[in-house]
């Protein structure tokens, strides 16, 4: 079992936060550089090769795990942890095609009620109210992010609202068992099954008998080389460790909370290379940075109380 120890330290006492909050100006960053990739990759191909390198990279620190792949427990927590999350992202990357960009980053947003919710009903957990104000905070905020440039309802719509659902599970299943396991095999496993689905996905859809030639030139490309590399050992191999880390001693609903930092720093990246800052944008952002500061100062049961405190194992 892995080591379910929580800093006492008060000068360690927000770290594991801060961990989550690196990990939503991580994601950020990725917002355009993925815009500008699957321009001349294929989506599926594009998350099978980002996934498949972050799974590589990983591959050389398994040997000091090799006692993790002896328990069917870690099997069946990582894989369904893989699977949920590649569920998520292949919802939203189907979605993208036909949806735009602002719909969809407000659509993932509203994980941030959905963990809540769940927790509240499946978990039969009560939530403190200052966490329920930080929820309402941050869903206003990424809506005046993302609303002011929606268009009208389509078809990529619900399948990133499934996107939403599916990563709200995936936060709450993980917050739950994290402290089963280790945190680098979980995290190689998760690589491993996402992009093995990713590459089935890209072999069917990219590949397919009615799907065009790829160049593969363009594909490998100086610029998209590096873009690759970067999304797949430092926005995911990186944050897939930090997030595991700090979740492990961090609510689910604190930690969706933190997550709706993405489309603020997303923003922010955005502003920075040359889009106009609004007022709708500038108090969207104040509201989802308010969120945030309540949510990580507000009353949290520790993790061993939530465990015992659950009525579902």
């Known amino acids: 079992m892995a080591d379910t120890h929580i800093p006492q330290n008060k000068k360690w006492k927000y770290v594991p936060e801060l961990l989550l909050v690196l990990v939503t100006i991580l994601w950020g960053t990725t917002f355009i550089l993925t815009k500008n990739t699957i321009q001349s990759i294929p ?17 050389p620190f398994l040997f000091r795990y090799r006692n993790f792949f002896t328990s069917i427990n870690n099997w069946k927590i990582s894989v369904v942890a893989g699977t949920l999350y590649f ?3 292949m919802s939203q990357t189907i979605g993208l095609q036909f949806t735009s960009a602002s719909k969809t980053s407000f659509i993932t947003a509203l994980g941030v009620i959905f963990v809540p919710l769940f927790v509240s009903i499946f978990y039969k957990q009560k939530i ?7 929820v309402i905070l941050a869903i206003i905020g990424v809506g005046l992010l993302s609303l002011p ?7 990529g719509d619900p399948l990133v609202l499934i996107c ?3 990563y709200a599970f995936y936060v709450i ?25 990713s590459l089935i996905f890209s072999l069917v859809i990219d590949f397919g008998i009615m799907s065009e030639p790829l160049e593969i030139t363009s594909i490998f490309s100086l610029q998209n080389t590096i873009v690759l590399l970067y999304l797949g050992l430092i926005a995911t191999t990186l944050t897939f460790i930090l997030q595991s880390y700090g979740q492990r001693f961090v609510s689910s609903t604190r930690a ?4 709706a930092f993405e489309p603020f720093f997303a923003t922010l990246f955005a502003i920075l290379g040359g889009e106009l800052l609004n007022w709708l944008i500038g108090i969207g952002m104040v509201l989802i940075f308010i969120a945030v500061i309540l949510s990580i100062f507000s009353p949290q049961k520790s993790l061993q109380e939530s465990l015992t405190e659950s009525k579902i194992p």
């Open 43 to 59: 989506s599926f191909l594009y998350l099978a090769i980002r996934f498949g390198i972050a799974f590589i990279a990983m591959v």
């Open 87 to 89: 569920v998520s992202i």
């Open 164 to 166: 939403a659902i599916t």
């Open 256 to 259: 969706s909370l933190i997550f």
């Open 128 to 134: 403190h109210y200052l966490l329920w104000i930080a």
């Open 149 to 155: 440039k929606v268009e009208r309802i389509s078809i």
């Open 173 to 197: 299943y993980i917050g739950r068992h994290l402290h089963e396991i280790q945190i680098i095999p979980f995290t190689v496993v998760q690589l491993f099954i996402i992009s093995f689905f």
